[in-house]
């Protein structure tokens, strides 16, 4: 079955820091890894996905991540947080045996950007 | 930008009633889903429709549930004989095409609190 995993609750870092939120990965095949964001009262945003290709890809608000199949890792990265960056950011993972359009998601991290 | 909208944006129920959840999607877009997220845990998948049918479901969608697009613009889902288990958040979510290349667009969601 496919899963997803993000080990940290929350991430705290301070203005102007690079931040990482962590996300590992299990799928049968090849996955195809997304990064959704939600704010207070808010639905999930997409902030980027990776199908194929180059294992770096860039998405929205300055957010990049990188695909690493050897660790099944796929990191939610930026080099500058900005304190509008504070939300919960989930990990989401579909494979070509999830079914039809299943996405699964992982429990999520909350980061926290500190002024 | 184009937005799946839903409402109400909070729906109190006593324990047994039904409760309908509407949503509108993106108006372009074939593919429509339901998932929930009960308060503090993951958000989960509940089912997936197109063409008029339910293409997917998880075990979750028991014959509690229901989904039904009644014209051209609205996707509903129906809770029959609530349980207080079933408060929970509730997003609906459209997506374009088929296949893993299409990000789902999320609504704002439906904060569903049984009694």
């Known amino acids: 079955a496919q899963s997803v995993a993000q080990p940290e609750d929350q991430v705290n870092v301070a203005e102007g820091n690079p931040l990482t939120v962590k996300c590992t990965y299990s799928v049968s095949g090849n996955p195809y890894l997304f990064w959704y964001v939600q704010y207070p009262n808010r639905g999930l945003q997409f902030l980027l996905k990776y199908i194929t290709g180059d294992n770096l890809v860039k998405g929205s608000y300055g957010f990049e991540a990188e695909f690493n199949k050897s660790q099944t890792s796929f990191h939610l990265k930026k080099p500058s947080a900005l304190v509008s960056d504070s939300a919960l950011y989930f990990c989401a993972v579909r494979g070509p045996n999830t079914g039809f359009q299943k996405l699964v998601f992982g429990t999520g991290t909350r980061l926290l950007v500190s002024p | 930008e184009p937005e799946v909208t839903q409402t109400p944006s909070h729906q109190v129920t006593q324990m047994g009633q039904e409760v309908i959840l509407r949503c509108v999607p993106i108006s372009n877009h074939l593919y429509f889903y339901w998932y929930r997220q009960i308060l503090g845990q993951k958000v989960e998948f509940l089912v997936s429709?197109?063409?008029?049918?339910?293409?997917?479901k998880s075990e979750i969608f028991d014959d509690q549930f229901s989904v039904e697009r009644p014209d051209g613009s609205n996707f509903t889902l129906k809770i029959r004989s609530t349980k207080l288990e079933d408060s929970a958040m509730y997003f609906c979510?459209?997506?374009?095409?088929?296949?893993?290349?299409?990000?789902?667009?999320f609504g704002n969601g439906t904060r569903l609190t049984v009694t």
């Open positions: 979510a459209s997506s374009e095409r088929e296949g893993h290349n299409s990000p789902l667009h």
């Open positions: 429709f197109y063409n008029n049918e339910i293409s997917e």
